[in-house]
């Protein structure tokens, strides 16, 4: 499984962002589909997660409200809708996938197949 993220860039505080993660690849139904951050000196983050038949949607703490996880399985595309952003956002925001039972969603070590990342930059 290949993963391309893509539509990070510099907003405003408030200010929304539609992330894309493009996969190639078998993935199967059972497969979690994840969005991670990392900002500078911090560990890596779990945002969101999707599991890809859509059964199963949990995001992080800081982010419930404000950001909205979904895919697209005719196009094989994963989407963060980013929503009231603010500059502790600030972060490059990786895709992952993996078969990953559940109770390990928001854990970055349990995903094997990553994207190589796109920054989003919220300014104040």
């Known amino acids: 499984v290949q993963l391309q993220a893509s539509g990070g860039g510099l907003v405003q505080a408030g200010d929304s962002l539609r992330l894309s993660c493009g996969t190639s690849?078998?993935?199967?139904?059972?497969?979690?589909l994840g969005w991670f951050r990392q900002a500078p000196g911090k560990e890596r983050e779990f945002v969101a997660v999707?599991?890809?038949?859509?059964?199963?949607?949990d995001y992080g703490d800081s982010m419930k409200g404000r950001f909205t996880i979904s895919r697209d399985r005719a196009k094989k595309m994963v989407y963060l809708q980013m929503n009231s952003l603010k500059p502790e956002d600030t972060a490059v925001y990786y895709c992952a996938a993996s078969r990953v039972i559940w109770g390990a969603r928001t854990r970055s070590d349990q995903y094997f197949y990553w994207g190589q990342g796109t920054l989003v930059t919220v300014s104040s």
């Open positions: 690849g078998p993935i199967a139904s059972n497969h979690l």
């Open positions: 999707i599991r890809w038949d859509g059964s199963h949607v």
